[in-house]
């Protein structure tokens, strides 16, 4: 079956511009997840939704960083006024369940931002 | 807050030759741990997981075992073949929220 899938796969932004980033997850997966990650790190915890809900979005690093997900299917992550330092690679990732810790978390392959 | 520290790389190693990447872990609660792989050009997947303490995870040859004793969790393979060449994550899952660690880069020389 079909995965986790992001678009675009590449953006290249000029600083101030306001950019939005798709995910679509798996179908039927309840929670959805956004990673940032930057050039040689780990994934960092960006926010994540149980269907529609928006649970955790302690790791949204400023308020020009916004993710929705309406109908609790496809979300999207929108960074306004996008500056040199938020450039990176955001991933997406679904889980089956939701709240659980046991589950895996299938990723998408990333959308690479570069923000000149 | 919770945080994982891996091994840094780049590790390179013969075909055949014995692998470890140390993971260890600082969490609240009991958390479930996670290796994930990365092969170029693609996307991150699961390797295997553990949820308890003692647990062992295996696939393809890797193993782990979830260590409450020591917050640890190293991965092994008896036997790496050159098709291993990969980035490899540890990361740990508590309410549902993940933290992971910085990854290793692993060659594989024929």
């Known amino acids: 079956g079909a995965g986790v899938s992001q678009s675009p796969r590449y953006k290249v932004a000029k600083r101030g511009q306001d950019v939005a980033l798709r995910c679509d997850p798996i179908?039927?997966?309840?929670?959805l997840f956004w990673y940032q990650q930057a050039l040689g790190q780990g994934p960092e915890f960006l926010t994540y939704f149980q269907n529609e809900a928006q649970l955790d979005k302690s790791g949204l690093p400023s308020d020009r960083f916004f993710a929705e997900r309406p109908e609790g299917s496809v979300s999207t992550l929108k960074i306004q006024r996008t500056q040199q330092e938020d450039s990176a690679v955001y991933l997406c990732?679904?889980?089956?369940?939701?709240?659980?810790?046991?589950?895996?978390?299938?990723f998408g392959p990333g959308t690479r931002l570069t923000v000149l | 807050g919770d945080s994982v520290t891996q091994m840094e790389g780049p590790v390179t190693l013969s075909e055949e030759a014995f692998l470890t990447i140390n993971c260890t872990y600082t969490?609240?609660?009991?958390?479930?741990l996670f290796w994930y792989v990365q092969y170029p050009g693609e996307g991150l997947q699961l390797l295997l997981k553990?949820?308890?303490?003692?647990d062992k995870g295996s696939n393809k040859g890797f193993e782990a075992t979830y260590r409450k004793e020591t917050t640890s969790f190293h991965l092994e393979k008896g036997s790496v073949q050159v098709s291993d060449s990969a980035v490899y994550f540890c990361a740990l899952s508590s309410a549902g929220k993940s933290t992971f660690g910085d990854g290793t880069t692993l060659t594989v020389k024929p």
């Open positions: 969490a609240t609660g009991y958390p479930s």
């Open positions: 990732a679904s889980s089956p369940n939701g709240g659980s810790s046991y589950n895996e978390q299938f």
């Open positions: 553990a949820t308890k303490a003692d």
């Open positions: 179908s039927g997966h309840v929670s």
